[in-house]
T-cell receptor, first 114, second 116 residues
Framework: NAGVMQNPRHLVRRRGQEARLRCSPMKGHSHVYWYRQLPEEGLKFMVYLQKENIIDESGMPKERFSAEFPKEGPSILRIQQVVRGDSAAYFCASSPTDSSYEQYFGPGTRLTVT | AQSVTQLGSHVSVSEGALVLLRCNYS??????LFWYVQYPNQGLQLLLKYTTGATLVKGINGFEAEFKKSETSFHLTKPSAHMSDAAEYFCAVSATLAGSARQLTFGSGTQLTVLP
């Protein structure tokens, strides 16, 4: 039973480019969370999605960041016009239902902006 | 609103010694509490969780934690450290009320070093 999958594991982008991070939840899980981990810091919540719905995006920066979880396919975290401060590890987690508080984390995507 | 404070960003213990990692939380509603471990360049692995019931919870790899409501604490312990325990440990809290946000609020982490 595959766990949460994220790709790419490492992503290098120049300032001003776009970054697309993908997350495939565990089989049977329809709830996805994105977190960001800046160097020397803990994880910070960004967004919570269910299939085709954004439930809570209170942790998302107001500009340049967007997320989706389509009916088919992985969840996508998109960062437009990346800046150096976007360099971080981005983790996706999934859970089976909205009443399950146990979240299973993927290995993360490490974004480096040069 | 919730928050988590982990006392001590770095803890060193000798192999075979007691491991104690401290976590205090703040929550306006009854909390669910979690400890995760992160090995270098990897994702987070759940060690243990407290939801309801028994306040002393046992997790994987010999770790356990005790929920103390009066002290708003959820400290992580292990009787005897092993070299393989060297990693970063995160305490996290989430809300329990129906309709409340499900996201985890994390502490800033404690890096555990195990000395031979």
């Amino acid at each position: 039973n595959a766990g949460v999958m994220q790709n790419p594991r490492h992503l290098v982008r120049r300032r001003g480019q776009e970054a697309r991070l993908r997350c495939s939840p565990m089989k049977g899980h329809s709830h996805v969370y994105w977190y960001r981990q800046l160097p020397e810091e803990g994880l910070k919540f960004m967004v919570y999605l269910q299939k085709e719905n954004i439930i809570d995006e209170s942790g998302m920066p107001k500009e340049r960041f967007s997320a989706e979880f389509p009916k088919e396919g992985p969840s996508i975290l998109r960062i437009q016009q990346v800046v150096r401060g976007d360099s971080a590890a981005y983790f996706c987690a999934s859970s089976p239902t909205d009443s399950s508080y146990e979240q299973y984390f993927g290995p993360g995507t490490r974004l480096t902006v040069t | 609103a919730q928050s988590v404070t982990q006392l001590g960003s770095h803890v060193s213990v000798s192999e075979g010694a007691l491991v104690l990692l401290r976590c205090n939380y703040s929550s306006s509603v009854p909390p669910y509490l979690f400890w995760y471990v992160q090995y270098p360049n990897q994702g987070l692995q759940l060690l243990l969780k407290y939801t309801t019931g028994a306040t002393l919870v046992k997790g994987i790899n010999g770790f356990e934690a005790e929920f103390k409501k009066s002290e708003t604490s959820f400290h992580l312990t292990k009787p005897s450290a092993h070299m393989s325990d060297a990693a970063e440990y995160f305490c996290a809290v989430s809300a329990t009320l129906a309709g409340s946000a499900r996201q985890l609020t994390f502490g800033s982490g404690t890096q555990l070093t195990v000395l031979p």
